[in-house]
């Protein structure tokens, strides 16, 4: 099967809006340099909202130490403008609903408490990026009174969108100078007058590759390590722009493998795939659950969450975690009224799981390489079996099912036998004859000695 055939029959598994399903092969291209910052890191959703019950600036401020000390120094703070109220869905609307752009929501406090809030995460040394909604307003937006050229409308003249389901938003008309002119303001104002280091772009894809392309050069004027995250998935825009898109065939093939509907060596085929067609300095956000997605322990049932945390920490990419994620919690926060989410009902377990692996992320880089080795043999139906690192220090065994497996690999067994172990979900059972026992959902990280 050739390289386009092989992409192609991978990415028609998914069904996911995001993604550009056209193929192009970018991989002899070097696309936007990474911030040297960005290196190892994990990133962390945040719904001010949702993440305390007061649901203010002042309230996430005052966890960052602890956010700090757990390995979190990258945020992604969910949309932090005035929410719209005109076709408002719930009682607070949705913060995709933006109602002005150039000033926050007075509901998580003043823009001085923003800015404080950022302030002290450079202190920190920890990055705050912002979630960027330009394909959309909110019907009430309040430019659109001067300016109503600036959305897409019908022949009537009414305000339309391009999802029927999104009624509490208008899309904007990038055909407009003025629509063009006005989120270039925008996105140069949030870096002048708050410092903040990257955006998280709401569905990329929807708005003009071409504004993208002119406005996140002049941002990188302005800030030479500024990160672009997209959510979409694309190897065009990572030729000029992004440094980040979203990897949302690997979420599906991630349910199919847990699922037992694909063998787990899809992972690796897809892996491989896409490294090849992506531009190099491609990093891919990768994820077991995010705000558009139910969460991870109710849809792959908390067990099975170590391992699968394991995958995700040990391939190349960066790692999401949503606020809420790293204590199992199983209630999906609404974007339309205020939930909290229940701290007290933590899973200390799994939170130390994930510390554990965000921890050694930043103290072994091989974690994060590029350089894969797939071993042979070492892969059944629901197994799959690794090295990594460019002189494979690191060595992966996960198994992905219910079921207890015997796999047999000798290379496996033998670095699991003199090798250091850093993670381990359960006891390690090597067997004669080059033979180990893997348990339901066990997942083990060595490193050689």
């Given amino acids: 099967m050739d390289k386009q055939a092989r992409y192609q029959s ?38 001010v909202r949702a993440f305390s019950p007061e649901g203010t600036f002042d309230a996430v401020t005052a966890r960052l130490k602890e956010l700090k000390e757990w390995g979190i120094d ?9 929410i719209g109220r005109v076709q408002r869905k719930g009682t607070d609307g949705c913060p995709y609903a933006v109602k002005n752009y150039f000033t926050v929501n007075p509901e998580y406090g003043s823009e001085q408490s923003l800015k404080i809030l950022i302030e002290t995460a450079h202190q920190l040394n920890m990055r705050i990026i912002l979630d960027m909604v ?42 407009s100078q003025m629509t063009r002119r006005h989120m270039a303001d925008i996105l140069e104002y949030w870096i002048t007058e708050f410092d903040i280091d990257g955006y998280r772009c709401d569905v990329a894809g929807f708005v003009p590759m071409d504004f993208w392309e002119e406005n996140i050069m002049k941002l990188r004027q302005i800030k030479p390590d500024f990160y672009m995250l997209a959510e979409w998935e694309s190897p065009r825009l990572h030729e000029n722009v992004f440094n980040s898109t979203y990897d949302w065939t690997l979420y599906d093939l991630l349910l199919d493998v847990h699922h037992g509907r694909e063998p787990a060596n899809v992972l690796q085929q897809w ?19 995010n705000h558009d997605k139910p969460r991870a322990a109710h849809t792959f049932k908390r067990e099975a969450i170590p391992a699968l945390a394991a995958f995700l920490f040990t391939i190349d990419g960066i790692p999401l975690v949503y606020n809420g994620q790293e204590i199992g919690a199983e209630h999906y926060a609404s974007l339309f009224d205020k939930e909290p ?6 899973d200390t377990t799994l939170k130390k799981t994930y510390k554990n692996l965000i921890h050694m992320r930043k103290s072994h880089p091989a974690m994060a390489s590029e350089h894969f080795t797939f071993l042979q043999g070492g892969t059944q139906r629901q197994t799959m079996c690794y090295a990594k690192g460019t002189r494979s220090e690191l060595l992966v065994v996960i198994n992905f099912s219910n079921d ?34 893997l348990l339901p959902h066990q997942a083990v990280i060595t490193l050689k000695t």
């Fill in 10 to 47: 991978i990415i028609n598994k998914t069904t996911d809006m995001a993604i550009d399903r056209r193929f192009v092969d970018l991989g002899p291209i070097i696309g936007p340099e990474l911030p040297d910052w960005l290196e190892n890191r994990v990133i962390y959703e945040l719904y």
């Fill in 74 to 82: 990258l945020i992604w703070l969910m949309p932090v403008y005035p």
């Fill in 134 to 175: 330009a394909n959309h307003v909110a019907p009430d937006y309040e430019p659109l009174k001067q300016y109503p050229e600036m959305v897409l409308r019908d022949e009537q003249e009414e305000p339309i969108r391009k999802i029927a389901d999104w009624s509490d938003v208008v899309d904007l008309d990038y055909s």
């Fill in 341 to 346: 989410i229940r701290w007290n009902d933590a």
């Fill in 404 to 437: 207890t497996v015997i796999l047999e690999n000798k290379d496996a067994c033998e670095h699991l036998q003199s090798g250091s172990i850093l993670f381990s979900t359960n006891d390690i059972s090597v067997m004669k004859n080059n033979k180990m026992k």
């Fill in 271 to 289: 892996i491989e795939a896409k490294s090849q067609v992506y531009p190099r300095n491609s990093l891919f956000l990768r994820f077991l659950e």
